[in-house]
């Protein structure tokens, strides 16, 4: 299983990106995918995950309302999209996949990960 995050780069405050996640799996039946993200010397930091069946979502409160997760079976594509962006929301993002339960909010949760795209919010 591979997946491959990008779409990363230098935005402004306030601008808005999108983050791609690419699978090599044609289905992830009974998985989340998830977006993750790591912070120069922070603790990984789970942001948004959806389900691949059903998908439902569940987004942390730090982004809830300007994040949104979203799936696209044909192409095996996640996005994040990135609103209202703050420096605070520099890090690095990972997307992940994993047979998680309830929340599925937790890093030890996703078995496969990508290598990551750096978002980098400054003026």
């Known amino acids: 299983v591979q997946l491959q995050a990008c779409g990363g780069g230098l935005v402004q405050p306030g601008c808005s990106v999108r983050l791609s996640c690419a699978t090599s799996?044609?289905?992830?039946?009974?998985?989340?995918i998830g977006w993750f993200r790591q912070a120069p010397g922070k603790e990984r930091e789970f942001v948004s995950r959806?389900?691949?069946?059903?998908?439902?979502?569940y987004t942390a409160d730090s982004v809830k309302g300007r994040f949104t997760i979203s799936k696209d079976n044909i192409n095996h594509m996640v996005y994040l999209q990135m609103n209202g962006l703050i420096p605070q929301d520099t890090a690095v993002y990972y997307c992940?996949?994993?047979?998680?339960?309830?929340?599925?909010?937790?890093?030890?949760?996703?078995?496969?990960w990508g290598q990551g795209t750096e978002v980098t919010v400054s003026s």
């Open positions: 992940a996949a994993g047979r998680g339960s309830g929340l599925a909010s937790v890093a030890d949760e996703y078995e496969y």
């Open positions: 799996e044609r289905t992830f039946s009974g998985y989340y």
């Open positions: 959806i389900r691949w069946n059903r998908g439902t979502v």
